[in-house]
Each structure stands twice: as C-alpha cells, then as structure tokens.
C-alpha cells in the first residue's frame, strides 16, 4: 500500500544551518506530495506541496522537488531560523477522495 | 472563516467513561478526516466524509469508537467505553476535496484518559 518514510529525528540545528530532511514515498500511480509543519500546541499547517514529476513546492524559503526516480521528496532550507522549530510531516495525497498518508514526523530544534 | 475549530481543547477522563470530541469544518468544505496522533504510531486516519456521508472507516481501531456527521457544520468522534491506550491527540482535518487541494487542520483535542 501507499507509504511515505521520512528521516528520525530529531534533528537539532544552529541558527543559520543549512537543513535537508529526507522523505520518500512508495504508491502506485502518481500522487501529490506534501509538506506539513506543526508548531507545538498547534494543528498542521500546509507547508508547501508539488502535484508532478520534477515540480518544486516553495514557501517561507523551504524548497523541496518531486523526483519521480528516486520517489523522493526532501525538504530544504539554506538557512534556518528558531522560528523554525517545529515538527515536519511529509506526506502523500491519491485520487479525488485526497486522502492523505503521512510520515512520522521529524522534529526540528533550531538553537540560537 | 475561522478555520476548523475543535473542542475541547483538552479531555481528562477516567476509564470506562464515554467521551466525545467536537469538529466544526470550514464552510463550503465536502471532506472531512479524523487523525489520531501518538508518539508511537504518528499520524492515523481513522475515518473521513465525504457530504456529511462516511466512506472510509477502516482506520478507525475498533467497535468502541464511533463517528458522525449529522450535517455539514458539525462532526463528532465518540470513544465509549474509553480506555488509557487511547490517550493521544486527535485531529479533524477538512478540504474542499479533488486532487491536488490542501487539507485544513484544527488544533487538535488532547485527550488523557486515567
């Protein structure tokens, strides 16, 4: 069935470090690919997504690019900031029901 | 609109009690999931609608768990009789449905159960 795999955390960063968090999927088909943040005490928010081979999502300087080769969708930052803390959920969403299947979550410290 | 609001916020309850989680969707919206998250398992679907009707339920972990919809506005999850193992937090989540559209999560309702 439909999977998504992203790194373990947690992750902990300096201030202005570059940040890369792997994710990669297995489905069949062609989903969409989605980056979730959660900041703490809150709901999911949609960080940025890609609907098609080689697409990049971007938003608030995270980028990541839809690789079909590799099914692979890693989140990027060249330089993150505490505000950044957070936990973040790659996920995958098929068909025209969008049910979403999501990662575990890897939370990311940031340190000033 | 105000977003997805949930409530409560926060649940405490003793064994045994019946337990019921409130979901107000976003206007206009035609999905509605429930996620479970826990430390252990991340995030689980339990159930979604789609027009107030539900049409996946497998995630939901057994008979003790229910889940309505009487209309558009309004969704409730139901844990009778609850039991510590389902402390966690639960999500409901709503989208305007079709491929390619962002789903809308609350904050969340924290439920302990003692």
């Known amino acids: 069935g439909d999977s998504v795999t992203q790194m373990e955390g947690p992750v902990t960063l300096s201030e202005e470090a570059f940040l890369t968090i792997n994710c990669t999927y297995t489905?069949?088909?062609?989903?969409?690919l989605f980056w979730y943040v959660q900041y703490p005490g809150e709901g999911l928010q949609l960080l940025l997504k890609?609907?098609?081979?080689?697409d990049k999502g971007s938003n608030k300087g995270f980028e990541a690019t839809y690789r079909k080769e590799t099914t692979s969708f890693h989140l990027e930052k060249g330089s993150v900031q505490v505000s950044d803390s957070a936990v973040y959920f790659c996920?995958?969403?098929?068909?025209?029901?969008?049910?979403?299947?999501f990662g575990k979550g890897t939370l990311l410290t940031v340190n000033p | 609109d105000a977003g997805v609001i949930q409530s409560p916020r926060h649940e405490v309850t003793e064994m045994g009690q019946e337990v019921t989680l409130r979901c107000k969707p976003i206007?206009?919206?035609?999905?509605l999931f429930w996620y479970r998250q826990t430390m252990m398992r991340g995030l689980e679907l339990l159930i979604y609608?789609?027009?107030?009707?539900?049409?996946?339920d497998s995630g939901m972990p057994e008979d003790r768990f229910s889940a309505k919809m009487p209309n558009a506005s309004f969704s409730t999850l139901k844990i009778q009789p609850s039991e510590p193992r389902d402390s966690a937090v639960y999500f409901c989540?709503?989208?305007?449905?079709?491929?390619?559209?962002?789903?809308?999560f609350g904050q969340g309702t924290r439920l302990t159960v003692v």
């Open positions: 609608f789609n027009n107030n009707v539900p049409i996946d």
């Open positions: 890609a609907t098609k081979a080689d």
């Open positions: 996920a995958q969403g098929r068909g025209s029901n969008y049910k979403l299947t």
């Open positions: 489905a069949t088909g062609y989903p969409s």
């Open positions: 206007s206009g919206h035609d999905y």
């Open positions: 989540a709503s989208s305007m449905g079709g491929l390619n559209t962002e789903a809308f």
